[in-house]
């Protein structure tokens, strides 16, 4: 392990919000846990990093995150509290040194000894399983059936993944989004616990990539994901879903759109500009604010009625991929 970072400052400043709090750290409660999410939150650190934290803590697996320095103090602390042991790379990654149409998020990084990046935190309530997954990733390919398994990740998107890998970086900038809807093959709406892309807007339930979108085993794995998410606090697994149940629109390395709406019709959503997030503003994206209405095709292609030339305001390779809280969730 390694012992701290320049922690002054946040470490006295989690102090003061504990002793506030008048508690102590050894009896983990529900509302432990919930100051626990607080202040990993207001250390900086996303939803979905601290989903991950607390998956670890649960005993589900172990976890990978990655931390500036300035997050590492709310994480240490976290680690201490629960009783799990932490491991970090010894070498750090710079993401964003090209646009992917992602917006604040990447799936490209380049490793660096630059102090300015990311480093790899690898917790586990089993310091063997840290120390493997640290070992592991070291390794130019990352490790990816190793990783896979103390990840947790289904055998069947592991393979994928490993046999996806690189068309998805020549062609995707390593996002496999548009493979898992060639391999699945009907148009859906799918389980709206698989809806990865939403990472994109600061949600997911998993960070690793589909093999298809109604892979089974993934879908059994999301909501136990959701019932640990759920006993650190049932609004913040009802956030998680609200955010996760909509439709996806992936313009292929320009942008990703999340839509909420009703369906009107099969392959029909109507919406409120409100409605519709986006990572870059793009031609289609006025377009649909302008329409409010989304169609598409069987094949997700999507489907214009506004007149011939609306087609190429699109990206070239784009899908609308929807997902849905309905539980009978079959091709339309
Ligand atoms: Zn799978």
Redesign the pocket.
């Known amino acids: 392990m390694i012992a701290s970072v320049e922690p002054a400052g946040i470490v006295g400043r989690v102090g003061a919000i504990e002793q506030q709090c008048d508690r102590k750290a050894t009896d983990v409660t529900a509302r432990t846990r919930l100051e626990q999410l607080g202040l990993l939150l207001a250390a900086g650190l996303t939803n979905i990093q601290a989903r991950e934290l607390f998956e670890a803590a649960a005993g589900f697996k172990m976890s990978r995150i990655n931390l500036f320095d300035h997050e590492l103090p709310a994480v240490i602390k976290f680690c201490d509290e629960q009783r799990l042991s932490y491991e970090l790379s010894d070498y750090r990654v710079l993401e964003f040194m090209s646009e992917e149409g992602k917006g604040h998020f990447s799936n490209m990084g380049t490793r660096t000894d630059d102090p300015a990046g990311l480093r790899y935190c690898y917790v586990s309530r089993d310091p063997e399983e840290s120390r493997r997954g640290k070992e592991a990733e070291r390794a130019e390919d990352f490790g990816p059936w190793e990783m896979g398994e103390l990840l947790r990740v ?1 055998k ?2 592991t393979d ?1 993944f490993v046999r996806n890998k690189q068309e998805a970086i020549d062609r995707y900038s390593d996002d496999y989004a548009l493979i898992t809807s060639r391999e699945t093959g009907s148009p859906g709406p799918f389980d709206f616990r698989l809806n990865y892309q939403a990472q994109y807007f600061g949600y997911s339930l998993f960070t690793y990539f ?3 979108w109604r ?1 089974e ?2 879908i059994r794995r999301s909501e136990a994901i959701l019932e640990i998410v759920g006993d650190v606090s049932p609004s913040w697994r009802r956030t998680f879903e609200r955010n996760l149940a909509s439709v996806i629109v992936y313009e292929n390395l320009v942008a990703v759109h999340r839509v909420h709406g009703e369906f009107v019709g099969g392959r029909e959503l109507a919406f409120y500009p409100h409605d519709l997030r986006s990572t870059s503003s793009t031609p289609l994206r006025e377009f649909l604010l302008r329409e409010r209405r989304l169609r598409w095709e069987q094949d997700g292609s999507l489907r214009f009625t506004a007149g011939g030339g609306a087609a190429l305001l699109a990206a070239d390779e784009t899908r609308v991929i929807p997902f849905t809280a309905e539980t009978s969730s079959a091709d339309v």
Do not use: D
């Open positions: 289904p069947c998107c994928f589909l093999c298809n892979c085993e993934s």
